[in-house]
């Protein structure tokens, strides 16, 4: 259910959707998609395959996605930031997203 909220408001936003069930299927579609992923939501703990794991692997593609967390566990000493803690707004959401994908500006 979650997964399909977040998937609406971003297809509102204008982004384009992919969505998986779990760690496995999601790194399956990511390696295979033709162009730039520049964000990969994921929830710390997935069937099959964690979001640790998933992050892992994203890694490795070129160029890397970036990687938003999001857990309803209070504290993940493990996940490398950004994560964001259940339950959140949709405001909250599309802004941290925004911040992630926003293009790097100069110094």
């Known amino acids: 259910m979650l997964r399909s909220i977040l998937a609406e408001a971003l297809a509102q936003e204008g982004f384009a959707v992919l969505t998986a069930e779990d760690g496995e299927q999601a790194f399956a ?11 990969v939501v994921t ?3 997935l069937p099959v395959m964690d979001g640790l ?13 970036a990687v938003l967390f999001i857990s309803g566990i209070a504290t993940h000493r493990d996940v490398p930031a950004p994560v964001l803690a259940k339950p959140f707004g ?18």
């Open 29 to 39: 579609i990511a390696s295979t998609v033709a162009g730039r992923l520049d964000l």
């Open 43 to 45: 929830d710390v703990l």
């Open 53 to 65: 794991e998933l992050a892992a692997h994203l890694a490795c593609l070129e160029p890397p996605p």
């Open 90 to 107: 949709p405001t909250a959401f599309l802004e941290q997203v925004a911040r992630l994908i926003a293009p790097a500006t100069p110094d």
